[in-house]
């Protein structure tokens, strides 16, 4: 870690605690406002028409995660997402006057937060604010991913002013800020400014066809994918895929070029859905989601009477013929 710069950065580029306070009593608002998850599938749909220009090729555009596992729930607040913001505004009061992670981050560049974070001492490091920012999540299954095509995904973001915080931490953080200001002010779609972070992926398309059999077959545990992730450069990692299944994976695509791709992914889920009871079923996948890679959705799933309430139905559709 490259301390030697970090003070002579710090005198150019001081980040006061109150900007990340003032970002988590944001956040929180944000997201208990009333017309969040609809604006958030506005974003996620824009976000979605510009890849495709870029990613013509792609059999599949989807998103994941947030809002879709409340876009059909009566009360879409989380109370997940107040307890965790909470609790990263703990360790933010922590802090001293200013938080030398951004200078630390812009320095040192990292190829990956989670890892060069991890062993700090201080009370709130970079990934924690990265973990408080929302993003808009979009996966792109494609055959094959190159060099060319990154680039072409990286120069469409950077063209629409989308801020990667690996890259424009505090830059990212104060865009995404002023969007939500917007929100919570109403204002019109075509008066809104700044911008949610993306977060995009790339996918293969015998990655997801492999993982979808997988689920059919009932073995949860055994569908995990390798994505390649947009951070500060290109990643891969390998994910539990079958953890959004009834979470987010209910919602359409935004873009289908493979209509037996999307069909074959419906059977599957089907297949998985109508191989025990309901309730059966039901536990089968909460208990999944209870022991998954940190236990997240589970967190967020049981958190809400409603959220719990929707997954019952998402399966009990995918069981009627």
Known sequence: MNFSFITEYLLHTEHPKQLILDHLDLVVRFFEHSQTPQVYLVEAERLARLIKTCVPEARLIMG??????????????????????????????????????????TVNSPLSLRSFCSPCKTPLNA??????RPDIDLIMVVDQYDETTQQKVENVLRDNRYYLPDRDFIISLKETDEFMRSVLKDDPEDQRKGSLHPDVYFLRTDDYRRAYQTIGDGDLERAKVQYLALRRKWTVYRDDFAEDLFMSRHYPPFTIRDEELYSFAQQQTAKFAQSRTLEEVYNRFMNFLKHGTD???????????????????????????
């Open 64 to 105: 994941s995660g947030y809002p879709y596992y409340v876009l059909d729930v009566e009360d879409p607040t989380i109370p997940e997402y107040r307890r965790f913001f909470s609790e990263i505004k703990r360790k933010a009061e922590l802090l001293g006057d200013y938080f030398a992670c951004p200078s630390c981050v």
């Open 127 to 132: 990934m924690d604010v990265l973990r408080s």
């Open 295 to 321: 236990g997240k959705n589970y967190r967020i799933a049981t958190s809400s009477p409603y959220i719990m309430a929707a997954i019952r139905k998402r399966i009990e559709a995918y069981r009627s013929p």
